[in-house]
């Protein structure tokens, strides 16, 4: 019998008398909290609070794809003062507030995402199961919009879990999986399949209508460590102060979220909830309009937006792949594209690396399981759609030829000829190249106008950016078909022009460089990376470069700069280091020697970039603070000054550059992207520095704007 209908919400009595109440935001393929959805769940709860024989409410989705995932983004992007902010924090928490008094008890039921407000809704009940998929995820990752939990999360949360345990979800928007949820008491019952789901709810309800409402007035205690530590004031000022410290090492200037939600749950345990509360909501309020939050919710609906580009519905769908050369990045896209269901065929220089090649995409569908992204049945299904040639079978009937044999021009403009003969005119081209230009793969080639770079990064799996490069005479169609697979391979997909390293190499290659002559100057290692990890970026720059590769850095800085006509790192350091095979992360020793522990500045590394700048200090005047200020900013607005020549160049525009950089590298991302974050200082005062810069440390930092 249907008690409550409305647009969002429904709230119905089974035939066995329990109430369940539905959220199903309608248009939309998961739920998110709207307006709309907030004013049904009022009605619904007046409702219910007028139901006299309500033995438990049952709290669950409507939808396959989950319970809810949060709040509605775009709603935030309306807020134009700190009252209004106050006021929409206010309006969650004293909904939830009435859910949580509802005097009968009250079980959610969760399956896929219930984030942000999905997990405070689902807080406010007395009673959690979680149904185990590989969707499921339970979190509070507003510090990643720049806010905090606004709607009771603060509190709540650190009730049911520990204190501890919430500061490590609510700080570092940790998100856990169903069984995680239910090891940390998170969910007070775990379904790992559909049968489990109906026994363990049965029981659940049992148990609920048995032991009533929870009463959520103290931390959980659950353990020796939570008996040790948050049992006493003492233990629990011990977890404050060290939470403030990391907060202190790992957070970027400029970034107040999540020493404001620390406050929130600071001022709940030792004040109380009502006092929680209300430093939740002054939180909320003071947060949202930070130019941090501001850029990461921009960032945010921008993402969302590149996910749809224009076009892509009707451009014609890409079901088989040719991937040529099975090395890091051919293996690494040669499963991404099994993994979404396509037909892939490899092709590799001989037997032995052919078979290196199959390893390696093996290695990878090992981890995913491993990682419980896929079970071991589906990575067999999918790992039986590779398959892997030495002479070609196969390719006359691709859709799509993705080259990621080595960087070299003369080779690849072979393998163009090659592919040219063994495909069908139609079949579309790509190249993997970071650095060469896709215009001298299309010179001389039949239908050019189908050859394009759909440059992923390292590794595959893990990156989300992929540049879709259009060369001079590459067709709109066939851009829009590879921006198309970018999305389907679960991939953020940005269309830029054919320019030296297109966007992210181009953008980082002189930052990097810099770093490296910051070394020689007598800068040690780990103070340039830590500067730049408090600027925001999630490594340093030389970290970075270990990260890369040595070698593989050398050879795009080399050929970005040169065709830049760019002054190179003047000590040759990367050749030197590529001679010594410090190579970095993957042989264990680059910038730092890489262990079973953290890795450690590399002091003959050091040492060897000192000496080949003969150690001259080009800022050793400077006292402590400024010299580290400089340098900052000679990483930073050299960085800034080649996206403006991006986009001088009309290779991206401006927002895309900033979505790339972000997606492509971490670039800060509440700061927005390079080019924001020039906007956001001030344009004419960063061409200002450039200029004094250039006139002290040379024409590499004349403005470009
Ligand atoms: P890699 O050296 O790991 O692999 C290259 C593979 O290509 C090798 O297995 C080799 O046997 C094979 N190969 C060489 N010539 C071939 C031919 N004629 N036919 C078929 N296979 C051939 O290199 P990688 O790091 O995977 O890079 C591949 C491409 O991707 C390069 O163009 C590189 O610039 C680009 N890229 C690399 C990275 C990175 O970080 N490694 C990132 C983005 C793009």
């Excluded at 606004?150 to 940790?174: C, F, N, Y």
């Excluded at 790992?192 to 148990?207: C, H, K, M, T, Y």
């Excluded at 890091?328 to 396509?342: E, K, P, Y």
């Excluded at 990097?512 to 500067?531: C, F, P, Q, S, Y």
């Amino acid at each position: 019998m249907m008690l409550f209908h409305s647009q969002t919400v429904t709230v119905e009595r089974d035939t066995d008398g329990s109430v369940v109440l539905k959220l199903d935001v309608p248009g939309r393929s998961v739920n998110v909290l709207t307006k709309q959805v907030f004013a049904d769940l009022d009605a619904a709860l007046d409702e219910l609070y007028r139901q006299q024989r309500l033995p438990a409410l049952i709290v669950r989705s409507g939808k396959p794809s989950g319970f809810l995932a949060g709040a509605d983004i775009a709603e935030f992007t309306g807020i134009k003062d700190a009252s209004e902010a106050m006021a929409m924090s206010q309006r969650g928490q004293q909904l939830f507030d009435k859910l949580a008094e509802l005097p009968r008890p009250t079980i959610a039921v969760l399956h896929g995402p219930c984030l942000g407000g999905g997990l405070e809704l689902a807080l406010a009940c007395d009673y959690r199961l979680v149904f185990d998929k590989p969707s499921t995820q339970l979190g509070l990752p507003e510090v990643e919009l720049g806010l905090l939990p606004g709607w009771g999360g603060t509190q709540r949360l650190p009730r049911v879990v520990g204190l501890e345990r919430s500061l490590q979800m609510i700080l570092s928007a940790k998100r856990l999986n169903a069984r995680e949820a239910f090891q940390w008491k998170l969910a007070d019952a775990y379904a790992a399949n559909e049968d489990q789901l109906r026994e363990q709810f049965a029981r659940l309800v049992i148990r609920a209508i048995g032991e009533g409402k929870k009463k959520r007035d103290r931390l959980p205690l659950h353990g020796w460590r939570q008996r040790l530590l948050e049992s006493n004031s003492f233990g629990r000022r011990l977890i404050f102060r060290g939470t403030e410290r990391i907060l202190r090492n790992r957070v970027p200037d400029d970034m107040p979220a999540p020493s404001e939600a620390l406050e929130a749950v600071r001022i709940g345990i030792q004040r109380g909830f009502e006092a929680g509360l209300k430093r939740e909501r002054q939180g909320a309020a003071r947060l949202a309009l930070t130019p941090a939050c501001r850029n990461l919710v921009n960032l945010f609906l921008q993402r969302e937006a590149a996910r749809k580009p224009a076009g892509i519905d009707s451009a014609a769908a890409i079901q088989r792949i040719g991937v040529v050369g099975a090395g890091v990045m051919g293996a690494g896209i040669a499963q991404l594209a099994a993994l979404q269901g396509r037909q892939v065929v490899v092709q590799e220089v001989n037997t032995a690396a052919l078979q290196a090649g199959l390893a390696r995409i093996d290695d990878l569908f090992a981890k995913a399981v491993e990682r419980r992204r896929i079970s071991n049945d589906d990575a067999k299904r999918f790992r039986a759609s590779i398959r892997g040639t030495i002479a070609w079978e196969g390719f006359a009937h691709v859709d799509l030829v993705i080259e990621a044999a080595v960087e070299d021009l003369e080779l690849k403009r072979n393998l163009f000829r090659e592919l040219v003969n063994r495909t069908s005119p139609t079949t579309l081209l790509a190249t993997n190249t970071s650095s060469l230009a896709i215009a001298r793969l299309q010179e001389g080639m039949a239908h050019p106008e189908r050859i394009a770079g759909l440059h992923f990064f390292n590794p595959v799996h893990k990156m989300p950016l992929v540049e879709v490069v259009q060369g001079a005479v590459t067709a709109s169609d066939t851009v829009t078909r590879l921006m198309r697979l970018a999305v389907e391979l679960g991939k953020l997909p940005v269309r830029v022009g054919d320019g030296p390293g297109f966007v992210v190499n181009r953008i980082l290659m002189p930052y990097l460089d810099e770093a490296v002559r910051l070394v020689g100057e007598g800068m040690k290692i780990k103070t340039i990376d830590k500067l730049m990890r408090k600027f925001g970026m999630p490594v340093g720059p030389l970290e970075l470069l270990d990260q890369i590769g040595l070698d593989v850095a050398a050879h795009v800085a080399r050929m970005v700069q040169q065709q830049l006509g760019q002054p190179l790192e003047p000590g040759g350091v990367f050749e030197q280091m590529q001679q010594k095979g410090w190579l970095g992360e993957k042989v264990k020793i680059g910038f730092y020697t890489h262990g079973k522990k953290r890795p450690k500045p590399h002091r003959a590394a050091e040492e060897l970039v000192r000496a080949a700048h003969r150690g001259e200090s080009l800022s050793a005047k400077l006292p402590e603070a400024a010299r580290l200020a400089e340098a900052r900013e000679r990483m930073v607005l050299l960085m800034v000054n080649e996206a403006w020549a991006v986009v001088a160049d009309d290779l991206a525009d401006a927002q895309t550059v900033d979505l790339a950089m972000v997606f492509g590298t971490g670039w800060a991302p509440h700061r927005g992207g390079p080019l924001r974050y020039a906007t956001d200082r001030g344009e004419e005062a960063i061409v200002r520095t450039l200029q004094q810069l250039a006139e002290r440390l040379g024409p590499r930092f004349r403005p470009k704007k």
